[in-house]
T-cell receptor, first 113, second 110 residues
Framework: EAQVTQNPRYLITVTGKKLTVTCSQN?????MSWYRQDPGLGLRQIYY???????DKGDVPEGYKVSRKEKRNFPLILESPSPNQTSLYFC????????????FGNGTRLTVT | GEDVEQSLFLSVREGDSSVINCTYT??????LYWYKQEPGAGLQLLTY?????DMKQDQRLTVLLNKKDKHLSLRIADTQTGDSAIYFC??????????FGPGTSLSVIP
């Protein structure tokens, strides 16, 4: 089944403790992206990747890192999480950039205390 | 700058039509999308329209695009309780970016 898989679904952590949210897709998509969803703000793009070893900042990249060593994986790294990073995070992929529909994972709800 | 706006809430009676409106600012957008998010789930593509089209119909869904006014609408005919969800309007820009609106929460009253 074609899908985007994120892990974990829920995560509660403390300020400053490094964490990684994994994202994997099995559709051989070139483009992958991370978004955060906050009430009343919709989805805001954090980072995106057009292909392996190519990553670019989105609208809200501060406090986040990403890597794209393989086509299928696009982990999101929070080196020193802070409470303002408490949010619902979505990974998405698409065949060829923003001109084809995004396939979304089921989300990771992160709480930073 | 790039911005997509939607009203945050809409309530309709079961069987009526729902119309969700969206305005966007970037005239260079190539595709405009409607996504649906059900509780606890990710976003799923509902439909999309290419920027050189005025209208697209797909079963109960009708998308209208007014490029001059940068206005997009989604009409759901014969709205059912299963249509209750958050609906996001989104535009693609330059092939590498998708800008989302804040989402419209649709409540269907039985």
């Amino acid at each position: 089944e074609a899908q985007v898989t994120q892990n974990p679904r829920y995560l509660i952590t403390v300020t400053g403790k490094k964490l990684t949210v994994t994202c994997s897709q099995n559709m051989n998509h070139e483009y992958m992206s991370w978004y955060r969803q906050d009430p009343g703000l919709g989805l805001r793009q954090i980072y995106y990747s057009m292909n392996v070893e190519v990553t670019d900042k989105g609208d809200v990249p501060e406090g986040y890192k990403v890597s794209r060593k393989e086509k299928r994986n696009f982990p999101l790294i929070l080196e020193s999480p802070s409470p303002n990073q408490t949010s619902l995070y979505f990974c998405a992929s698409t065949r060829q950039g923003a001109n084809s529909p995004l396939h979304f994972g089921n989300g990771t709800r992160l709480t930073v205390t | 700058g790039e911005d997509v706006e939607q009203s945050l809430f809409l309530s309709v009676r079961e069987g009526d039509s729902s119309v969700i409106n969206c305005t966007y600012t970037d005239s260079s957008s190539t595709y405009l999308y409607w996504y649906k998010q059900e509780p606890g789930a990710g976003l799923q593509l509902l439909t999309y329209i290419f920027s050189n089209m005025d209208m697209k119909q797909d079963q109960r869904l009708t998308v209208l695009l007014n490029k001059k006014d940068k206005h997009l609408s989604l009409r759901i005919a014969d709205t059912q309780t299963g249509d209750s969800a958050i609906y996001f309007c989104a535009e693609s820009i330059n092939g590498d970016k998708v800008i989302f609106g804040p989402g419209t929460s649709l409540s269907v009253i039985p």
